[in-house]
């Protein structure tokens, strides 16, 4: 706790200085979310039946997009070198990062999250669910995209950055959706709560070492 309470306010001072880069992924995320009743009509059980999945695509592109802020500013000036050296445990420090990376950019995504839910007409439980999967899925989604963002860090463009990522957040979109689309059905929405929880812990644990792994071969 000593050592990720500065990082998270690092971090976040950090993003205060440049705004409109920790708000892109909110502004992608409402943009996805309110193009695509455009462009599928005013059928109403149409967009009920599509939105828990356009909702949760469109978070899942969102934290993509900014995956490549993570790390990439602190190799540049030297303050990743600096971390690795310091006395202290690195999966701490990765955990950090990933805690206000969380913070700053998934975070403004869950706040706004119902009101994408009403525009596709959900009903209020199923808003509710919609709010608490993602709760559960995006810290595990930037779990995910921090391992890729070491595995590719230094290099060029951000494709292989999203090939690398995509494949394992599929479970967690499938889930993710599928517990408000069985809330929307009446289902019960548990089974899908509890696999979400678990691809957490299983993130938690696993992911912040492998992260912290994939630094040093990296500045090495």
Same mark, same amino acid.
């Given at each position: 706790?000593?050592?990720?309470?500065?990082?998270?306010?690092r971090? +976040?001072?950090? !993003?205060?200085?440049?705004?409109? *880069?920790?708000?892109?992924?909110?502004?992608?995320?409402?943009? /996805?979310?309110?193009?695509?009743?455009?462009?599928?009509?005013?059928? !109403?059980?149409?967009?009920?039946?599509?939105?828990?999945?356009?909702?949760? +695509?469109?978070?899942?592109? !969102?934290?993509?997009?900014?995956?490549?802020?993570?790390?990439?500013? *602190?190799?540049? *000036?030297? #303050?990743?070198?600096?971390?690795?050296?310091?006395?202290?445990?690195?999966?701490?420090?990765?955990?950090?990062?990933?805690? !206000?990376?969380?913070?700053?950019? %998934?975070?403004?995504?869950?706040?706004?999250?119902?009101?994408?839910?009403?525009?596709?007409?959900?009903l209020?439980?199923?808003?509710?669910?919609?709010l608490?999967?993602?709760?559960?899925? #995006?810290?595990?989604? /930037?779990?995910?995209?921090?391992?890729?963002?070491?595995? #590719?860090?230094?290099?060029?463009?951000?494709?292989?950055?999203?090939?690398? /990522?995509?494949?394992?957040?599929?479970?967690?979109?499938?889930?993710? =959706?599928?517990a408000?689309? =069985?809330?929307?059905?009446?289902?019960?929405?548990?089974?899908?709560?509890?696999?979400?929880?678990?691809?957490?812990l299983?993130?938690?644990?696993? %992911?912040?070492?492998?992260?912290?792994?994939?630094?040093?071969?990296?500045?090495?």
């Amino acid at each position: 706790m000593l050592v990720a309470i500065p990082i998270i306010g690092r971090e +976040v001072r950090l !993003a205060s200085r440049r705004p409109m *880069d920790a708000l892109s992924a909110l502004f992608f995320f409402v943009a /996805v979310g309110s193009l695509f009743p455009l462009g599928v009509g005013p059928d !109403a059980a149409l967009l009920t039946a599509i939105g828990p999945g356009v909702v949760w +695509v469109a978070a899942l592109l !969102a934290v993509l997009i900014s995956l490549h802020r993570l790390f990439l500013p *602190d190799l540049e *000036d030297g #303050t990743l070198e600096q971390l690795l050296l310091a006395p202290r445990s690195l999966t701490g420090i990765v955990g950090a990062k990933v805690v !206000a990376h969380w913070l700053v950019t %998934c975070l403004p995504l869950v706040i706004v999250a119902p009101l994408m839910g009403l525009q596709f007409g959900l009903l209020p439980q199923a808003v509710g669910v919609l709010l608490l999967s993602l709760l559960l899925g #995006t810290p595990t989604l /930037v779990l995910l995209g921090a391992l890729g963002a070491a595995l #590719t860090l230094g290099l060029r463009g951000n494709v292989l950055l999203a090939l690398i /990522v995509l494949p394992m957040c599929v479970p967690v979109l499938i889930f993710g =959706s599928g517990a408000v689309s =069985s809330t929307q059905q009446g289902l019960q929405a548990a089974p899908h709560l509890s696999l979400l929880g678990a691809c957490l812990l299983v993130a938690g644990v696993l %992911c912040p070492w492998a992260t912290g792994a994939a630094l040093r071969l990296a500045v090495e």
